[in-house]
């Protein structure tokens, strides 16, 4: 296989593009080519600080860099459509921070577009290259808990009041289920699949008109059930669990585990730790790598038909809420 080395470029320039340049030092076959931003003195600082050599005034001038292979899209999800097809329309690759899009019809679009052009697309969904999901899955597909029956997640924080903040603003695509939801209803989907029988969903709408908070129960065939929870009302466990008849895993901290216990009646526990040196965000890193250097326009991990199908769950849930955005 070739392994040349993937060039990135960076588009945008907060938190999470700051963990994502970090973990790139850690990522093999890999380098840190460029960052753009909306204005030349962000992504100069932003360069300076992780030690990229080109900085762009502009996310137009970042995809016009010849020189770069892949782009890294890590600016709010409201404008994920927007900043990905500049991004595609320039011939590159593209990881897209999570989630994709605000809807399904959003990300339908980009999807055609990124398959018409065979260009490489795939949502960032880290959580499951992390090491520890990796055991999980071969854990269960080899039977270790018997028939999985039942899976309880739950991501939440407590966010600072801040009505023009992107948590709480209608316009900028606002919401714990977008925000921090994506993440226990594709941990779901990663054990049930994403064809749930019956959603059953509540929400609490704030003043601003977005979710603070929710909960939702999806059915599945013979039984099986998924309970899931997320906030930015309130700090929970983050915490995931999966039963099975004949043991039980829990995950800490799932969306970021860093461990792994498995646990059967009558047999001391197993527990796999990671000891990685990076956040995690590498190992999609290198997956990105590993499908560029093969020839392949989207991940095997996270199909782009997974990623619209989650999607489409998403959308059902909003609108039990009767939850909709200015801008759809």
């Known amino acids: 296989m070739d392994k040349r080395v993937i060039k990135w470029g960076i588009l945008g320039t907060g938190g999470i593009a700051s963990a994502f340049a970090r973990d790139l030092n850690f990522a093999k076959n890999t380098e840190k080519t460029a960052v753009g931003s909306r204005t030349k003195e962000s992504a100069a600082k932003f360069a300076e600080e992780h030690g990229i050599s080109r900085a762009y005034g502009s996310y137009e001038e970042l995809v016009q860099d010849p020189d770069v292979d892949a782009i890294y899209v890590a600016t709010p999800h409201s404008f994920h459509k927007e900043n990905v097809l500049t991004c595609l329309r320039a011939g590159k690759a593209v990881l897209c921070e999570k989630p994709f899009t605000i809807n399904s019809g959003e990300l339908e679009e980009i999807i055609q577009f990124a398959r018409d052009q065979k260009l490489f697309l795939m949502e960032a969904m880290w959580t499951k290259f992390l090491p520890p999901i990796v055991k999980v899955r071969e854990w269960i597909d080899s039977g270790k808990i018997g028939e999985v029956l039942l899976v309880k997640a739950e991501f939440g924080f407590r966010a600072s009041w801040d009505p023009d903040g992107r948590l709480f603003n209608p316009a900028l695509g606002g919401g714990a289920l977008l925000d921090v939801g994506i993440y226990p209803v594709t941990f779901a989907s990663m054990i049930f699949g994403t064809n749930p029988e019956k959603i059953l969903s509540t929400a609490h709408i704030g003043e601003t008109g977005v979710d603070e908070q929710f909960s939702i129960i999806m059915s599945y065939p013979s039984g099986k059930t998924a309970a899931l929870n997320g906030s930015f009302r309130v700090g ?43 956040a995690g965000y590498a190992f999609e890193i290198e997956e990105v790598g590993r499908c560029l250097n093969q ?20 959308d059902e ?7 909709k955005y200015p801008f759809e």
Not at 317 to 323: D, F, K
């Open 236 to 278: 929970l466990t983050d915490e995931a669990y999966i039963h099975g008849t004949e043991g039980s895993i829990r995950i800490p901290a799932f969306f970021r585990a860093t461990s792994a216990t498995l646990y059967k009646e009558g047999v001391e526990a197993e527990t796999f730790n990671d000891d990685r040196k990076s």
């Open 317 to 323: 849930i909003r609108g039990q809420w009767g939850l």
């Open 295 to 314: 020839g392949l326009i989207e991940s095997p991990v996270v199909p782009l038909d997974e990623s619209l199908k989650i999607m489409k769950l998403m």
